[in-house]
Each structure stands twice: as structure tokens, then as C-alpha cells.
């Protein structure tokens, strides 16, 4: 009987978060939010050498004004340039599916952040230096499209860029991109010294995903595959495990971030299953313990965003999936 109202009382909270959830998805589509994506790459791609005064009044933040003219004229008759210009316009006639995503992402941003500016959108090209995919200020979103142009892309592949980082290069995650530049600007943490503070620093920057591009997967916020997720999922005690009895969670060697936090191809517990498992456990890890804290102490996501990671952790209580 008791086991029977116990899950009459789940069922029922749970039907009620949703519906919660729902009122609030609502509201935020209500939204106005007035903005245009601006193509300097389309304009770039059809300009002249005379037409070169008007882009710099149109676009004057992707001048500089040490660089000669002579330099973007250079850049004009470039063919590597042209060719990299082509494949974007050939890959990006259409931006209305991007544009939509980016519409709903600075709805949650003025929804949870009522003083939110739309910036300014534009997209452009970079040469593919993948560490510069998307820029943010206060004022301007910059996407350089060159970095989205699909994961099997000759470009990666000539480039020799690593699967495990191009598997990302998709036009799927320019939105969870932007949102995790913004998730930058937003989020404070002043202690950042043990791999703890690491993993909930990274837990933020996801749970702020999860709030801002709802519509996007949780593999898609992390940048995994399905499969990959799935893995993380299903040996999320084990690696739990594994961090308390070697005692890692405060431990200060900087290893330890390239084991477990950034970008690579695999995460590094020195065991056999390291082949299979995917790169970034600890951003996992960190990321539910900050779910765990959120839904112990209801807070909002900014107050959560500002929060140290000893509290965070020590509220949480967080328990891994058995």
C-alpha cells in the first residue's frame, strides 16, 4: 500500500513540474524579441573591389583600421577564400532553420534575463579556426559558418582536424555553441582550483543549456553522439565511484582536466573501458550534480549561476543513476 502511494506522489509531481514547465515554454514563445541575421559572408562573397567602403560603414566591427585596404582587396581575389565562401553559400542558401533556433534562444534569454539586449547577428567566415566558432558581446553574435559545414566536411578532413572535434562541426550545434558563449558572460565562479570546482564550473554552463535551448537533446548540449550519452548515462555510478576512492575531487593536478574535463577523444581513468568511453565525464558528472542542486533548493538559474561549487555540491546531495 505504501509502495503504491509512494508512486501515486511521483506521478503526481511530476505531472505537475511538467505542466509547470509547459505555462513557462508558453510564456517565453509569447516573447518578442526583434532581430535579423546579417550575412557578411553572402556580402563578402558577391563584393568588388569598390564595394569594399560600404561593407566597412556597413560592417565597421570587422574592420580594423591598422589593416590597409589593400589587405581585404588581397582577400577578395583570395581563391582559398572564395572557395571557403562557396561552400558556406552553397551549405547556407536557406538559415531560416538557424534563425528560428536563434529566435527561441534569445526568448529564454530575455524570459530569464529581463534587461537581455538582442544583439546584433552575423555570420561570417574564419578560416575555420574552429576555437573562434562563435564570438558574443553585450552587442554583436558572430558565426562563422565555415566551422558548421557538416563533420565529414573535405575541409576537416584535408585540414586534418580530429573526428572527435568535427563530429560537432554541424549546423545542428550553432545554437548550443552560442548558448555556451553566453553561458560564459553569465556565469561566476570565483574558486576554480580542484577538479570538483572544474566539473561544477562545466555543470553550469549545461544547466544554463538546459534552460536556454530546451529544444535541443542533452547530447547535443554536450556535443556527444547518442551513443556516447548513452555510455555516460549508464556508468555514471561507476565513474562516481571512481573519482571518490582515488580521490580526485580535490585534487589540484592540472592533468586532470585534460583527463576528464576538455575536449578529447576519450576520458583517461587509465582502465580498458577508456576507448570506449567518451571525452568530458567530468562536465557530465558536473552537470548533475548541478540538476541535483537545482531541484533540492529551487533556485533560479542566475542565483545558481553565481553560486560557489562547495555549496553547490554539499546541497546537492547528488547521488549518481545506479
Not at 589593400?70 to 547556407?92: A, C, F, G, M, P
Not at 561566476?188 to 580542484?194: A, M
Request: glycine share 2%.
Amino acid at each position: 500500500m505504501k509502495v503504491r502511494i509512494y508512486i501515486i506522489l511521483c506521478l503526481a509531481f511530476t505531472f505537475m513540474a511538467c505542466e509547470e514547465e509547459s505555462k513557462v515554454e508558453a510564456a517565453i514563445a509569447n516573447i518578442e524579441v526583434d532581430f535579423k541575421v546579417e550575412r557578411f559572408d553572402t556580402d563578402f562573397y558577391k563584393a568588388k573591389a569598390e564595394d569594399l567602403p560600404q561593407l566597412k560603414t556597413d560592417y565597421p566591427f570587422l574592420f580594423s583600421k591598422r589593416i590597409p585596404d589593400s589587405v581585404w582587396v588581397e582577400q577578395l581575389n583570395d581563391t582559398l577564400h572564395d572557395e571557403i565562401l562557396t561552400e558556406v553559400n552553397r551549405k547556407y542558401a536557406n538559415f531560416d532553420k538557424t534563425s528560428s533556433e536563434l529566435k527561441s534562444l534569445f526568448q529564454h534569454l530575455k524570459y530569464y534575463d529581463p534587461v537581455f539586449s538582442v544583439p546584433r547577428v552575423v555570420t561570417l567566415t574564419n578560416y575555420v579556426q574552429y576555437r573562434d566558432k562563435v564570438v558574443v558581446t553585450d552587442t554583436i553574435a558572430l558565426i562563422a559558418l565555415d566551422n558548421y559545414l557538416g563533420e565529414d566536411h573535405r575541409f576537416y578532413r584535408d585540414g586534418n582536424i580530429p573526428l572527435y572535434l568535427s563530429k560537432n562541426f554541424r549546423q545542428e550545434q550553432i545554437v548550443v555553441d552560442l548558448a555556451e558563449a553566453y553561458a560564459e558572460k553569465y556565469t561566476f565562479q570565483q574558486q576554480r582550483k580542484f577538479l570538483l570546482d572544474e566539473m561544477i564550473y562545466y555543470g553550469k554552463l549545461l544547466y544554463f543549456k538546459d534552460k536556454m535551448i530546451p529544444f535541443k537533446s542533452d547530447a547535443e548540449k554536450i556535443g556527444y553522439t547518442n551513443d556516447q550519452l548513452g555510455w555516460a548515462e549508464a556508468n555514471e555510478s561507476p565513474m562516481w565511484s571512481y573519482f571518490i576512492e582515488k580521490e580526485l575531487l580535490y585534487n589540484t593536478d592540472n592533468k586532470l582536466l585534460s583527463r576528464f574535463i576538455t575536449d578529447a577523444p576519450f576520458s583517461k581513468f587509465y582502465l580498458e573501458l577508456d576507448n570506449e568511453s567518451p571525452g568530458q565525464v567530468g562536465q557530465y558528472i558536473g552537470w548533475q550534480i548541478v540538476r541535483a542542486y537545482a531541484d533540492a533548493t529551487g533556485e533560479d538559474l542566475m542565483t545558481i549561476l553565481q553560486k560557489e561549487p562547495e555549496e553547490i555540491f554539499t546541497k546537492s546531495k547528488f547521488k549518481p543513476k545506479k
